[in-house]
């Protein structure tokens, strides 16, 4: 169960789009189309924002979107927001009733 | 609605053994497919998945850790128990409890949807 690879940090500017890739093994994010990505601000607990790879919750807008290819993963976020800035965390099925998470992008909006 | 609700110590010594309470609403952990599940993070780091238990008492846990944690479930009074002994001071962080759904046929859902506040137990003597 080996964390998922994230880039530990991206920056963009508002109105701009940014894409977080999440790397993974055949094993868990190349098994499964079941990966998810989380947003977290700071001192707040995680929130979902997309799940089975590219699905999307109620109430999350639509200018967050993931894809998958192979064993990894990308979220993008479209039409940059000041309020977009916050940490990203992918996770990924790793089969065996177990899962495993990305180690976190800090997301800078400049 | 659904919410989740931490409680236990902020602060346990090193060698003891941590008994968190997870309190929920709006589901019931009696429900096909539904389960409660911990997720951990230390200060500044990344989130750790650590355990779940679902409707049918079927138990998991994060491999690195399994000797250590015990999850266990009160389903008619809404609470999930998570233990951890032999507490070391790696061992702080925030403790999260989660909510996840999934259909086992379909391979649905598998997604932790819903979030408590969390609970910052600290490791010290």
């Known amino acids: 169960q080996s964390a998922l690879t994230q880039p530990a940090s991206v920056s963009g500017s508002p109105g701009q789009s940014i894409t977080i890739s999440c790397t993974g093994t055949v094993s868990d994010v190349g098994s499964y189309n079941l990966v998810s990505w989380y947003q977290q601000h700071p001192g707040k607990a995680p929130k979902l924002i997309l799940y089975?790879?590219?699905k999307r919750p109620s109430g999350i807008s639509n200018h967050f979107s993931a894809s998958k290819s192979g064993t990894t993963a990308s979220l993008t976020i479209s039409g940059l927001q000041a309020e977009d800035e916050a940490n990203y965390y992918c996770c990924a099925y790793a089969g065996s009733s177990t899962w495993v998470f990305g180690g976190g992008t800090k997301l800078t909006v400049l | 609605q659904v919410t989740l609700r931490e409680s236990g110590p902020a602060l346990v010594k090193p060698t003891q053994t941590l008994t968190l309470t997870c309190s929920f609403s709006g589901f019931s952990l009696s429900t096909s497919g539904t389960c409660v599940s911990w997720i951990r993070q230390p200060p500044g780091k990344a989130l750790e998945w650590l355990a779940l238990?679902?409707?049918?008492?079927?138990?998991y846990y994060t491999t690195s850790l399994e000797t250590r944690l015990t999850i266990s479930k009160d389903a008619s009074n809404n609470q999930v128990v998570l233990t951890m002994t032999n507490m070391d001071p790696a061992d702080t962080a925030t403790y999260y409890c989660t909510h996840l759904s999934r259909d086992t046929v379909a391979a649905t859902g598998y997604s932790f949807d819903s979030w408590g506040q969390g609970t910052l137990v600290t490791v010290s003597s």
């Open positions: 089975e790879d590219n």
């Open positions: 238990i679902d409707w049918d008492y079927d138990k």
